[in-house]
């Protein structure tokens, strides 16, 4: 009958893919054609893995995969940029007024 038996743990497949090198190229570029660029990383959720924000000094941003957040701090550690935790930082300010430029006069951007 087996009422009392365990049942097997399945794995939840996740439609999310991990982080490619093409992610940490575009990170890189990034931060090479960028001034005062700062990483934030973005906890893993139920629908994406771990993600970082890199945001410049003007507010622009981009955001890509990254292997967790101990390869997000050895990232930002190799290219020389502080790196936060979202959670705790937040997004800083000039992130949203970026946004909110880019909304009004979208054609600019």
Do not use: C
């Not at 570029?29 to 700062?38: A, D, K, L, Q, T």
């Not at 970082?52 to 930002?76: K, M, N, Q, S, Y």
């Not at 020389?80 to 006069?105: A, C, H, S, T, W």
């Amino acid at each position: 009958m087996g009422l009392f038996r365990r049942r097997k743990q399945t794995a939840v497949p996740s439609h999310d893919r991990a982080a490619e090198r093409g992610d940490l190229d575009h990170l890189e570029n990034f931060i090479r054609s960028r001034r005062g660029v700062e990483a934030f990383i973005e906890p893993r959720t139920t629908v994406t893995e771990t993600t970082v924000i890199l945001i410049a000094d003007d507010g622009e941003w981009t955001r890509r995969r990254i292997d967790g957040p101990d390869g997000a701090r050895r990232f930002a550690y190799r290219m020389g940029i502080p790196v936060y935790d979202v959670r705790l930082m937040g997004y800083p300010q000039r992130m949203r007024d970026f946004n909110e430029r880019r909304k009004r006069r979208p054609e600019l951007y």
